[in-house]
Structure formats: C-alpha cells, structure tokens
C-alpha cells in the first residue's frame, strides 16, 4: 500500500475517534482532530498526484473516506443539536447516490473518479464542520454567521454537485 493510500486508511482510523471526543462535550479537540483529518486528503491527493500514486483503490477509498469523515462530524452535530436533520439527509442521498453509481460503474469495470465539484463540496463541507465544532469562532466575535454561510454552501454544493455526477455518468445506467 502506497503513502496515500496509507494517509486514506488513516483519516479512516481517526473517524472513531473524532465521534468519541466530540460526543464527550470536547468540541475545540474535535475540531482539531476532524482538521488534521481533513488534511489528509489533501496531502494525500498531492502525494498521489505529484509522485504519480493514484490507484483504483484511492479513486474509491479517498472519496469514501471523506464521506465517511463528514457524515459521521454531521451526524454528531445533529444528535448535539447544532445542524438540522434535513440538511443531513439532503447530504446523505447524495452521498448514496453517487455511491451507488459508482458501484454500477464498478460492476462493468468502470472506475468513476471524484469530480471537481464534488471536491470543491467536500471542501465547503470540510470548512463547515470545524467552524461549528468551533461555534463559529472567532467570527462569533464580530457577528458574522460564516459556520452558519458555509454549511448552506456546502448544502447547495452538494445538491449542485450530485446533479452533476449523475448526468455526466448517466450512460452508466444504459449498458
């Protein structure tokens, strides 16, 4: 296994343990631990793509493992009171879905590699969740919402970015 494949199963690693800090009530290291695991994807994408590493398996586990980081930080949120249940569901048929076409495509031997806006989502959606864990400081301080402006920009972009990937693999479905 390669270092950014490495890097991905690592960020997978952290995932319990970012659940077991937060839900404890320990906000501030939550946010530093979810950081450091956000980090990860992008060393790992720059690693992969600088020393030529990319695999089939990071095309799937990279992607898998960032849902897997924000799905778990949200759902958290929501059971802390501090996301609403919509906004979570709307993120999470969209994760299905383009996970389920994924595993179409894998099927006939397809690997569908994640899109730019799905990146650029993930990375709205990686700024989000820190900023609530940090209780939108220190913008708190001036009164300016940027946890609040960024979870809807990573909502829109979610939905924006779903759209996308189905219609651009939707011959997928036709074979």
Same mark, same amino acid.
């Given at each position: 296994?390669?270092?950014?494949?490495?890097?991905?199963?690592?960020?997978?690693?952290?995932?319990?343990?970012?659940?077991?800090?937060?839900?404890?009530?320990?906000?501030?290291?939550?946010?530093?631990?979810?950081?450091?695991?956000?980090?990860?994807?992008?060393?790992?994408?720059?690693?992969?793509?600088?020393?030529?590493?990319?695999?089939?398996?990071?095309?799937?586990?990279?992607?898998?493992?960032?849902?897997?980081?924000?799905?778990?930080?949200?759902?958290?949120?929501?059971? %802390?009171?501090? *996301? =609403?249940?919509?906004?979570? &569901? #709307? @993120?999470? /048929?969209?994760?299905?879905?383009?996970?389920? %076409?994924?595993? *179409? =495509?894998?099927?006939?031997? &397809? #690997? @569908?590699? /994640?899109?730019?806006?799905?990146?650029?989502?993930?990375?709205?959606?990686?700024?989000?969740?820190?900023?609530?864990?940090?209780?939108?400081?220190?913008?708190?301080?001036?009164?300016?919402?940027?946890?609040?402006?960024?979870?809807?920009?990573?909502?829109?972009?979610?939905?924006?970015?779903?759209?996308?990937?189905?219609?651009?693999?939707?011959?997928?479905?036709?074979?």
């Amino acid at each position: 296994m390669n270092l950014p494949n490495k890097l991905t199963m690592l960020r997978i690693i952290m995932i319990p343990v970012f659940i077991i800090v937060l839900m404890t009530g320990h906000y501030y290291s939550s946010a530093v631990i979810f950081i450091l695991a956000s980090a990860t994807d992008a060393l790992d994408g720059y690693i992969a793509r600088k020393y030529d590493l990319i695999t089939n398996f990071g095309k799937i586990m990279d992607p898998l493992a960032d849902k897997l980081l924000v799905i778990s930080a949200l759902i958290c949120l929501v059971e %802390l009171g501090d *996301v =609403a249940g919509w906004m979570v &569901i #709307v @993120i999470l /048929a969209r994760e299905f879905t383009v996970t389920g %076409l994924r595993t *179409v =495509a894998a099927a006939q031997g &397809i #690997v @569908i590699a /994640a899109g730019w806006l799905g990146k650029i989502k993930t990375i709205l959606q990686m700024i989000a969740v820190p900023a609530l864990l940090l209780q939108n400081w220190p913008f708190s301080l001036i009164g300016f919402p940027f946890a609040t402006i960024m979870l809807w920009a990573s909502v829109i972009m979610t939905i924006i970015s779903g759209v996308e990937y189905v219609i651009k693999n939707k011959s997928v479905f036709s074979m």
